[in-house]
Nanobody, 120 residues
Framework: QVQLVESGGGLVQPGGSLRLSCAAS????????MAWYRQASGKERELVAS???????AYADSMKGRFTISRDNAKNTVDLQMNSLNAEDTAVYYC??????????????WGQGTLVTVSS
């Protein structure tokens, strides 16, 4: 099994910044892509940013220029630097990773989520 653990969420004022981290552990042979998703109350989960093992990145339009995703392949970690936060960024943020187990089977794993609340 693969376990993803997020950290770094919390309460932040509008215009502030947070850095989220996610660490993957388990019987992992290879992680291909990692991503951050978020889900606001009553809304559908949406992709925030993704990054491949070759560090190719993609961002949702509303996050471009404000958020930066990065990863450390050796440590199996992915971070999300969030700047200029506003109220609409309030959501539970989930880490996602897809890859291959040591058994050769494919996995698509999710973390438990970390809550980001942007409020005065």
């Amino acid at each position: 099994q693969v376990q993803l653990v997020e950290s770094g969420g919390g309460l932040v004022q509008p215009g502030g910044s947070l850095r989220l981290s996610c660490a993957a552990s388990g019987s992992i042979f290879r992680i291909n892509a990692m991503a951050w998703y978020r889900q606001a109350s009553g809304k559908e989960r949406e992709l925030v940013a993704s990054i491949t093992s070759a560090s190719r990145t993609a961002y949702a339009d509303s996050m471009k220029g404000r958020f930066t995703i990065s990863r450390d392949n050796a440590k199996n970690t992915v971070d999300l630097q969030m700047n200029s936060l506003n109220a609409e960024d309030t959501a539970v943020y989930y880490c996602n990773a897809e890859g291959i187990y040591n058994t050769g089977r494919y996995f698509n794993a999710w973390g438990q989520g970390t809550l980001v609340t942007v409020s005065s």
